[in-house]
């Protein structure tokens, strides 16, 4: 018995080391991403839409193929240590390549999205209100009648 007291130690020693480094590198890794000033982005900005009820691996995998994100395993880690996995709001959003992970985050559980204005002219109807929303590509014609519609995401 004495001789698997060392081996089990070497191997909780190995497992201390690894827990250490890993939160060494997570912490310069956000104490980097922090140096920059908050709203301190540049490079082209990218404008993604992430529809209702969309879990957090998707809302990952929809900003790594956007080019938003560098790594979805990094995204899904900060989440879970800031406890935004249920925080996330749905909707239409800008970012900017750049952009801090930790920024990205605040901005999706915030919900700061992109905000449309659009006038609507005194006596319109709903067709033409239906129409105009169209024109403007935040709403989709419907399939069946012409006069319906539902309303969308700005198709790409």
């Known amino acids: 018995m004495a001789t698997t ?9 190995a497992l201390f080391l ?5 939160a060494i590198g997570v912490r310069t890794h956000l104490q980097s991403d922090a140096s920059r000033p908050s709203g301190w982005t540049t490079g082209p900005s990218t404008v993604v839409y992430i529809k209702p009820k ?34 996330l709001h749905a909707g239409e959003y800008e970012f ?3 952009m801090p ?16 204005q659009v006038t609507i ?8 209100i239906a129409r105009l929303l169209v ?12 006069d319906d519609f539902f309303l969308s995401h700005p198709a790409p």
Request: aromatic share 4%.
């Open 101 to 116: 992970l930790r920024e990205i985050l605040q901005k999706l559980e915030s919900g700061r999205v992109i905000t449309h």
């Open 135 to 146: 024109s403007e590509r935040l709403a989709e014609a419907g399939h069946h009648h012409p």
């Open 5 to 13: 007291l060392p081996g089990r130690a070497r191997g909780l020693s």
């Open 121 to 128: 002219p005194e006596g319109f109807t709903s067709r033409d």
């Open 54 to 87: 969309t879990g957090v691996q998707e809302i990952a995998h929809i900003l790594r193929d956007a080019g938003v994100i560098q790594s979805r395993w990094a995204f899904l880690a900060l989440a879970y240590i800031q406890g935004s996995l249920t925080r």
């Open 18 to 22: 690894v827990l250490a480094l890993t």
């Open 96 to 98: 900017t390549r750049d």
